[in-house]
T-cell receptor
């Protein structure tokens, strides 16, 4: 009964470092999403995917890259970390266009 | 350009009374709306949704009302319980925008004894 799994839970990066936030789901969902939540703010959509091999930009894509080689996995890549990318990152998935999102528990990233 | 707005950052309600959380949207193409609840250090969890073909959807203590002409929706929780204390997010999507789901900034609900 795993649902959406995100790793790591916490990470501290230095400015200019790179990392990949992992997200995997075991519900065979076609749609997957990455959001970020800054302190006291709502969720902003970074990238999303409607199926393997298809990705598209959300509201705040700059500084990030994604890939979707399988239905299960949707990693988010930060190439040159900046302090503005300090945030909590949430991955989510859903089965159909009009169905709810299922979220992971988030990755808390600090860039110093 | 905030397409989904929750203008009340916080709300305090007495236990047992009704909690009403509001949400406004600007994009008339939105046709599916959702409410999520979030506790600290956890991911948001789905509460209730409504399609634009309806004006009300009920699930236990939670009811969502949609007023398309006003581009406004609200979540009613009755009776409010201590476990309802959380941040509530409103979200919306449109079939025409290929599955993008846009969230509001959230309302922190506190239920006082």
């Amino acid at each position: 009964n795993a649902g959406v799994t995100q790793t790591p839970k916490f990470r501290i990066l230095k400015i200019g470092q790179s990392m990949t936030l992992q997200c995997t789901q075991d519900m065979n969902h076609n749609y997957m999403y990455w959001y970020r939540q800054d302190p006291g703010m709502g969720l902003k959509l970074i990238y999303y995917s409607v199926g393997a091999g298809i990705t598209d930009k959300g509201e705040v894509p700059n500084g990030y890259n994604v890939s979707r080689s399988t239905t299960e996995d949707f990693p988010l890549r930060l190439e040159l970390a900046a302090p503005s990318q300090t945030s909590v990152y949430f991955c989510a998935s859903r089965s159909l266009n009009d169905s709810p999102l299922h979220f992971g528990n988030g990755t808390r990233l600090t860039v110093t | 350009d905030q397409q989904v707005k929750q203008n009340s950052p916080s709300l305090s309600v007495q236990e047992g009374r009704i909690s009403i959380l509001n949400c406004d949207y600007t994009n008339s193409m939105f046709d599916y709306f959702l409410w999520y609840k979030k506790y600290p250090a956890e991911g948001p969890t789905f509460l209730i949704s409504i399609s634009s073909i309806k004006d009300k959807n009920e699930d236990g203590r939670f009811t969502v009302f949609l007023n398309k002409s006003a581009k406004h929706l609200s979540l009613h929780i009755v009776p409010s319980q201590p476990g309802d204390s959380a941040v509530y997010f409103c979200a919306a999507s449109a079939k025409s925008s290929a599955s993008k789901i846009i969230f509001g900034s959230g309302t922190r609900l506190s239920i006082r004894p």
